[in-house]
């Protein structure tokens, strides 16, 4: 997969963890830039700040949420039990239990 990408949907699934911790003028810049697309300078004209403003707002977002990645890592958690569950279903052997106790834990991801 294509390394920008890959970053995209990396900081797409950290602000979906832990977008909430963000204040409101990160939020704000981080979904304009991030989720909708607009460009800095975009950005910049609808919140009637500069385009470094914005910049910064983004950046230090995008930190923050590899910082609390880095602390408490839910997105890792997450990926791990995914890759289990997977293998888990492979040796399942179709026994109907463990598929049920399966989705189960799919449920809760």
């Known amino acids: 997969m294509d390394k920008d990408l890959d970053k995209k949907i990396r900081i797409h699934q950290l602000y979906d963890l832990y977008g909430a911790l ?3 003028k990160q939020k704000t810049a981080f979904e304009y ?3 909708d697309d607009y460009s800095l300078s975009e950005i910049a004209e609808i ?3 500069s ?3 914005i910049h910064e707002q983004i950046t230090i977002a995008a930190t923050y949420l590899e910082d609390y990645e880095h602390k408490l890592g ?3 958690n997450r990926e ?3 890759k289990l569950i997977e293998k888990f279903k492979k040796l399942s ?5 463990l598929l049920a106790f399966i989705h189960e ?3 809760m991801e």
Do not use: G, Q
């Open 51 to 53: 385009r470094n403003a």
């Open 74 to 76: 839910l997105l890792s």
């Open 80 to 82: 791990k039990l995914s």
């Open 93 to 97: 052997n179709h026994n109907d239990d």
């Open 22 to 24: 963000l204040t409101e």
């Open 105 to 107: 834990l799919e449920i």
């Open 47 to 49: 919140l009637k700040v």
């Open 33 to 35: 830039y991030y989720l």
